[in-house]
């Protein structure tokens, strides 16, 4: 599936998810997945990244 068919299908989804008044819910969803592909592309051999601390 190309971008081009890609994009029009977001917005269709965006419309309606808009217009029924469930876009809060639809974001978070996209959150969680974004989150799983993040954490199913790690490799298991990298560790923890350090976070720097700051005032």
Known sequence: M?????????LALAVTAAASGRLP???RQVQIAQ????????S???GQA??????
């Not at 190309?2 to 977001?10: D, T, Y």
């Open 35 to 42: 989150y799983k592909l993040l954490k199913e592309s790690q």
């Open 25 to 27: 819910q639809v974001i």
């Open 2 to 10: 190309g971008i081009e068919k890609l994009i029009p299908v977001a």
């Open 50 to 55: 350090m976070l720097l601390r700051y005032k």
């Open 44 to 46: 298991s051999k990298w």
